[in-house]
């Protein structure tokens, strides 16, 4: 159904781990330091990262932004994240930080393919965390998960409650049905105005995974997961899949592995309610 993942050796990890994932991952934060509008400095970023450990969250995603207006060299990630790697351990925390990228749908077609490699999900090659353009979903983004997926990947698209419009359950829709998974930011789970708008997403099917999204361990929403989550249990159909959504989408994601969601999307509402910020 979904174009086929191409060739790839074992997927990098950071901090000494190999092997298949099995336990929570945050596939959208923005911790590694001084590089975007993310963490700001070594202990802001460590701190994050015992936050996430604290919350039950095992292994980060570490996701700058690939965009026009941040200066991110792709070539540079791996030993940055290293040395945050490091640091956490010194630290004392064991959390694991993988690679990633949060990737502008804009600066997807400048991108070279192992640019792609250097900033899929855990490195894995199969899974693009896609930034949509500000504004209402529209035609471009489905023409990114189609290049997406000429390229032999597939999207997980951030963040669906910053741009909310009448149409955004139909557009979730139907880029779902062309093979991309839906990240949910957590904390707009929790608190009004967002929540009730995430809410009719969930019911609708229409998000697959939890991530923090979070740039620091001072202000803004937490590198926390579990509270969000529980929010879901009493929503059908998602209610019933907590574990897949918490762990088993996740750890395939950062693994690079295809997965499918053990439910539904069951109807396209309108999502109405005010964009959330940041991202
Ligand atoms: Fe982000």
Not at 251 to 268: E, K
């Given at each position: 159904m979904f174009p086929a993942a191409p060739p790839r050796p074992p997927p990098e990890r950071c901090g000494g781990q190999t092997g298949v994932i099995t336990a929570s991952v945050d596939?959208?934060?923005?911790?590694?330091?001084?590089?975007?509008?993310?963490?700001?400095?070594?202990?802001?970023?460590?701190e994050m990262a015992r936050m996430a450990q604290a919350d039950?969250?095992?292994a980060i995603c570490a996701t700058p932004h690939i965009r026009h207006d941040h200066d991110v060299r792709i070539r540079?990630?791996?030993?940055?994240?290293?040395?945050?790697?490091?640091a956490v351990r010194a630290a004392g925390a064991t959390i694991a930080i993988l690679p990633g990228g949060e990737v502008a749908a804009t600066?997807?077609?400048?991108?070279?393919?192992?640019e792609l490699d250097a900033v899929s999900l855990g490195g894995g090659r199969r899974w693009i965390l896609l930034e949509p353009a500000p504004g209402p979903l529209d035609d471009r983004l489905d023409a990114s998960v189609r290049e997406l997926g000429r390229r032999g990947r597939r999207a997980l698209i951030a963040h669906p409650e910053r741009h909310l419009a009448p149409d955004l359950?139909?557009?979730?829709?139907g880029l779902i049905a062309g093979?991309?998974?839906?990240?949910?930011?957590?904390?707009?789970?929790?608190?009004?105005?967002?929540?009730?708008?995430?809410?009719?997403?969930a019911r609708a099917g229409l998000l697959h995974v939890l991530a923090s999204d979070a740039h620091s361990s001072r202000a803004g929403r937490p590198p926390a997961t579990a509270a969000a989550l529980a929010t879901?249990?009493?929503?059908?159909?998602?209610?019933?899949?907590?574990?897949?959504?918490?762990?088993?989408a996740p750890?395939?994601?950062?693994?690079?592995?295809?997965?499918?969601?053990?439910?539904?999307?069951?109807?396209?509402p309108h999502a109405a309610g005010p964009p959330a910020g940041g991202g």
């Open positions: 596939l959208h934060c923005h911790i590694l330091p001084g590089i975007d509008d993310g963490a700001r400095d070594l202990g802001d970023a460590v039950g969250i095992d540079e990630l791996p030993e940055r994240r290293a040395e945050l790697a490091a600066a997807l077609a400048g991108l070279e393919d192992d359950a139909a557009r979730l829709g093979g991309a998974l839906v990240q949910a930011t957590a904390a707009y789970l929790l608190s009004d105005p967002t929540r009730d708008g995430m809410r009719v997403l879901l249990a009493d929503i059908d159909p998602v209610g019933a899949h907590l574990e897949w959504i918490a762990r088993t750890a395939a994601i950062a693994a690079g592995s295809d997965v499918s969601p053990p439910f539904a999307v069951t109807s396209a």
